[in-house]
């Protein structure tokens, strides 16, 4: 498989788009008021402790304040993962939720206290960021974990021989009390020297943290972890990328001196866009950003997926469209290739979109439970291929397969849309009809109220038009039998599933008087 990274960078943003066999699997961006904040250390301070809850919301200087569980301030061995390369390429070290030993949160914190925290995810909707008091600091291949005394290796390193020798190593070469390490996947065949050099840098920079710390003032930031585009090459630029873009020609000495620095065997897949043509636009990235947008994703093979975020949930639903199998006579072959046509998308648009949270997925009905198994084996093994922690569960009895995806932070669809103005975000609008009921109910209101003459009705032209069409008795029937004058006048300006009354000569606007009551 050919993997490439592209970075396009401007002052005021940088894009980084990553490439499987031509196709854009995932995207990261970074712009100022997008305000990446996760593997920032700070020194917060205690605003609530919450014993039914066990949490504590901490101040750290943001505009809300972050969430503390006593899970993460609690100091246990953890598994031999490698989060870093599973969804969190700004650092923040490995997560996840752990069993509730030790101390309740009141017994380790009050109101007023200052605390070392880490943020392991950014505020997402009405949320707060997620913090931890057990920091760590990525670096290329080892992690860093000062709190800790556990030594892990990824579990994406899978033989058994070199997982043995790495933790040896990390025992022998690592000072006694001085922290614990997790070996990354890029530390593959990480010589006794080179862990030694990385561990000292790391060491060096918690001692410095806490130097700084000691001198802050809650709430303060005492280290900021490596922006964009210095994470990603830090966390994903290894052998298994065959080249690595830049449109930057500053940014690519930077790169290069970083490469050089980090891995010089990697130097030259480093490369300079060259030409007038900008990078995205060579390899189609925002067509295919602007794609993630859609409800409706399209497959090779005819059929679609539709995919539906909610408040709750992620729904995606499959469908077989005009595939038709080609041919084949077996009804069950056809929805089988359609379903595995699917998995292989879901997987991808899941990286690409950076959804996170439940995912319910409702593939097409299947008899055999040998087919179900193929599909879910399928969308598990292009899972595997995130770097955000993914778990899909069996096949269940209403024919979905639930999900859950690690959530960092906002997602693509969160980070660069906002909510309608016209739909509050509901994504439908009230059609022509429905908006002339409502006007109809309203001039009667103002009519039984008895401090109207005359109305203007200010619509947007579709609806006028449908009056037009549809009911052109409508305003000499409503004038009868409200006995009001009225007028009705097209105003582009006026959403279309809205309309104004203005009053009298002056064109007072009264539409909240009479349209508080009213429904669809």
């Known amino acids: 498989?050919?993997?490439?990274?592209?970075?396009?960078?401007?002052?005021?943003?940088?894009?980084?788009?990553?490439?499987?066999?031509?196709?854009?699997?995932?995207?990261?961006?970074?712009?100022?008021?997008?305000?990446?904040?996760?593997?920032?250390?700070?020194?917060?301070?205690?605003?609530?402790?919450?014993?039914?809850?066990?949490?504590?919301?901490?101040?750290?200087?943001?505009?809300?304040?972050?969430?503390?569980?006593?899970?993460?301030?609690?100091?246990?061995?953890?598994?031999?993962?490698?989060?870093?390369?599973?969804?969190?390429?700004?650092?923040?070290?490995?997560?996840?939720?752990?069993?509730?030993?030790?101390?309740?949160?009141q017994e380790q914190l009050k109101k007023g206290d200052e605390v070392l925290v880490q943020v392991t995810k950014e505020p997402i909707g009405t949320k707060g960021p997620r913090l931890t008091g057990q920091v760590s600091l990525p670096g290329r291949s080892i992690v860093y974990m000062p709190?800790?005394?556990?030594?892990?290796?990824?579990?994406?390193?899978?033989?058994?021989?070199?997982?043995?020798?790495?933790?040896?190593?990390?025992?022998?070469?690592?000072?006694?009390?001085?922290?614990?390490?997790?070996?990354?996947?890029?530390?593959?065949?990480?010589?006794?020297?080179?862990?030694?050099?990385?561990?000292?840098?790391?060491?060096?920079?918690?001692?410095?943290?806490?130097?700084?710390?000691?001198?802050?003032?809650?709430?303060?930031?005492?280290?900021?972890?490596?922006?964009?585009?210095?994470?990603v090459v830090r966390d994903l630029f290894s052998d298994k990328f065959d080249a690595l873009v830049v449109d930057d020609p500053q940014l690519h000495a930077e790169i290069s001196d970083h490469v050089k620095a980090m891995d010089p065997e990697l130097l030259d897949r480093v490369k300079l866009q060259e030409g007038d043509e900008p990078l995205f636009d060579r390899y189609s990235i925002e067509e295919e950003i602007r794609?993630?947008?859609?409800?409706?994703?399209?497959?090779?093979?005819?059929?679609?997926?539709?995919?539906?975020?909610?408040?709750?949930?992620?729904?995606?639903?499959?469908?077989?469209?005009?595939f038709t199998g080609k041919g084949r006579k077996d009804p069950e072959e056809t929805i089988l290739q359609a379903n595995l046509d699917a998995a292989r998308e879901v997987a991808r648009q899941l990286r690409l979109r950076d959804v996170g949270g439940i995912i319910v997925v409702d593939?097409?009905?299947?008899?055999?439970?040998?087919?179900?198994?193929?599909?879910?084996?399928?969308?598990?093994?292009?899972?595997g291929r995130d770097r955000a922690r993914t778990k899909a569960f069996s096949v269940s009895e209403l024919g979905l397969i639930e999900m859950t995806r690690q959530r960092v932070r906002p997602s693509l669809f969160q980070a660069?849309?906002?909510?309608?103005?016209?739909?509050?975000?509901?994504?439908?609008?009230?059609?022509?009809?429905?908006?002339?009921?409502?006007?109809?109910?309203?001039?009667?209101?103002?009519?039984?109220?008895?401090?109207?003459?005359?109305?203007v009705v200010r619509l947007h032209p579709a609806v006028l038009v449908h009056i037009l069409e549809e009911e052109p008795e409508f305003a000499r029937r409503l004038r009868r039998e409200s006995g009001l004058e009225l007028e009705l006048r097209d105003d582009p300006l006026c959403r279309e599933d809205d309309f104004r009354l203005m009053s009298g000569p002056a064109e007072t606007e009264v539409?909240?008087?009479?349209?508080?009551?009213?429904?669809?």
């Open 291 to 322: 794609e993630a947008f859609q409800r409706r994703v399209n497959l090779p093979s005819g059929g679609y997926i539709i995919v539906e975020p909610t408040e709750a949930l992620v729904s995606i639903d499959v469908n077989t469209g005009r």
């Open 363 to 383: 593939f097409i009905d299947m008899e055999s439970q040998e087919n179900r198994d193929r599909v879910l084996h399928e969308l598990r093994s292009h899972l």
């Open 511 to 520: 539409t909240a008087r009479y349209t508080k009551r009213a429904s669809s």
């Open 147 to 231: 709190f800790s005394s556990h030594v892990g290796v990824s579990r994406k390193i899978e033989q058994r021989e070199e997982r043995a020798r790495l933790k040896e190593m990390a025992r022998e070469v690592r000072p006694d009390d001085a922290g614990g390490v997790i070996i990354r996947t890029v530390g593959e065949e990480l010589t006794k020297e080179r862990f030694r050099r990385e561990f000292d840098r790391l060491h060096s920079t918690w001692r410095k943290i806490r130097k700084k710390a000691a001198g802050a003032r809650a709430p303060a930031l005492v280290h900021r972890e490596a922006q964009l585009t210095s994470g």
């Open 1 to 105: 498989m050919k993997r490439e990274i592209l970075i396009s960078s401007t002052p005021r943003e940088s894009w980084v788009a990553i490439l499987e066999d031509g196709h854009l699997v995932e995207v990261m961006l970074d712009r100022p008021d997008q305000g990446r904040t996760v593997g920032n250390i700070h020194l917060g301070r205690v605003d609530a402790v919450l014993p039914g809850i066990q949490a504590a919301f901490v101040n750290i200087g943001t505009d809300k304040a972050g969430f503390l569980h006593v899970s993460d301030l609690v100091d246990e061995d953890e598994e031999d993962e490698d989060d870093d390369e599973n969804g969190n390429e700004s650092g923040g070290g490995p997560r996840g939720r752990r069993s509730r030993s030790g101390p309740p949160i």
């Open 416 to 455: 660069l849309t906002q909510p309608c103005r016209h739909c509050e975000g509901a994504g439908r609008v009230f059609t022509p009809p429905t908006v002339v009921r409502r006007v109809e109910r309203s001039i009667m209101r103002a009519a039984a109220s008895g401090d109207e003459r005359s109305l």
